[in-house]
């Protein structure tokens, strides 16, 4: 029998992404394996049952009890593991830190489990890396949604009512959801600065056309994540931050660790400092946020300046952001596959350091 690769319709408040579009149950049908989807999984990210001619549909009970190889894009309700078969592979972003009581749930039914979040950051993983996909969704959209939310227009408009100069934006951050955002706020007009602590990136915001705001800060880390900052370096980068914020309309921050709380950039006395109508879009909102004045999910007034925390971003282009995730869980799945069966190589560093579970044997500590 082939394999069967899985997936379910999502069911996280708002999430309308899916793990599987008809153009990867094609390729993965291609290579002689069985997709079996829930009755639906598809609708909310634009792609109809009818759409994937290349699979099979069940519904969620039928799916679980069949299914080799579970694709998520957010990790489901610990029951629903339950419903697995022992021995099932369960493969998607399974936010494992602080999630003692799902990988016990995965232990429990003798499970194998991968969390795409863990993959190494390297050239070779670049094709299955969800964080960074995503994250070029979220840049994207949080520019659209400062654009909206910003009381002046972005470009520089000449009108019979004079001219409308342009507004000036700072991105804080430039990982993949900064540089896209830096870039989305180009394309909109919009007079841009891009700001990271590590020295590296001047030469990708200058690509895009922005200018690189430099504090004289630098924490370059390793995996290409920052290093904390120093007690005096984080002093040193709020003063001269502080001064520059207050010429700017927009500020988009992104700054954001895997498994740790956002750093925190943005003071109340700095937002203070802010001109009034200013506006902040705060990506790291789900992980407390890099403003202290951030509250997920909801929008903050402070001495006129708006403050915005929005979440689940990708979720907001699900069409876009499910073929790009899927692509990546493909990718991925690739490594676990060998001569039609689940053979995942653990000599293989993106197989052994993404998992979770192996067979019911906890190998990540939450």
């Known amino acids: 029998m082939p394999i069967t690769v899985a997936a379910l319709r999502e069911t996280a408040v708002g999430e309308r992404r899916v793990a599987i579009t008809p153009e990867m149950a094609k390729k993965l049908h291609g290579k002689g394996l069985r997709v079996l989807l829930e009755h639906g999984a598809g609708t909310a990210a634009g792609f109809p049952d009818d759409s994937y001619a290349n699979a099979d549909f069940a519904d969620a009970a039928g799916v679980l009890a069949q299914a080799d190889l579970l694709a998520c894009v957010l990790a489901p309700d610990d029951a629903v593991f339950a419903g697995l078969r022992e021995g099932a592979v369960v493969v998607g972003q399974l936010r494992p830190y602080g999630a003692a009581s799902r990988i016990e749930a995965l232990a429990a039914r003798k499970l194998s489990a991968f969390a795409l979040e863990l993959l190494p950051r390297t050239t070779r993983a670049q094709a299955m890396d969800v964080l960074s996909s995503q994250a070029a969704v979220a840049g994207y959209r949080a520019m659209l949604i400062a654009a909206e939310a910003c009381p002046k227009f972005f470009p520089m408009l000449t009108t019979a009512a004079g001219t409308i ?75 001269a931050l502080a001064e520059h914020l207050k010429v700017f309309d927009v500020v988009v921050s992104t700054a954001a660790v895997p498994g740790r709380a956002a750093p925190k950039i943005l003071t109340v006395a700095m937002v203070a400092g802010m001109k009034p109508g200013a506006l902040i879009v705060d990506l790291a909102a789900e992980s407390g946020g890099n403003c202290e004045l951030t509250r997920p999910g909801e929008r903050v007034e402070h001495g006129g300046v708006t403050i915005l925390g929005p979440l689940n971003l990708p979720a907001g282009a699900p069409l876009h952001a499910s073929e790009m995730y899927a692509r990546n869980v493909v990718n991925f799945a690739e490594l676990l596959l060998k001569d039609g069966a689940l053979q995942p190589d653990f000599d293989d560093e993106l197989v052994a350091k993404s998992c979770l579970v192996r067979a019911g044997e906890v190998s990540f500590k939450a």
């Open 165 to 239: 100069r342009p507004s000036k934006v700072l991105v804080i951050g430039a990982g993949v959801a900064g540089l896209q955002a830096i870039a989305t706020a180009r394309r909109l007009g919009a007079q841009t600065e891009g700001y990271d602590v590590r020295p590296e990136t001047r030469e990708q915001v200058e690509s895009l056309g922005a200018k690189f705001l430099d504090l004289g800060v630098s924490a370059a880390g390793s995996g290409g994540y920052a290093r904390e900052l120093s007690a005096g370096e984080r002093a040193a980068q709020q003063q």
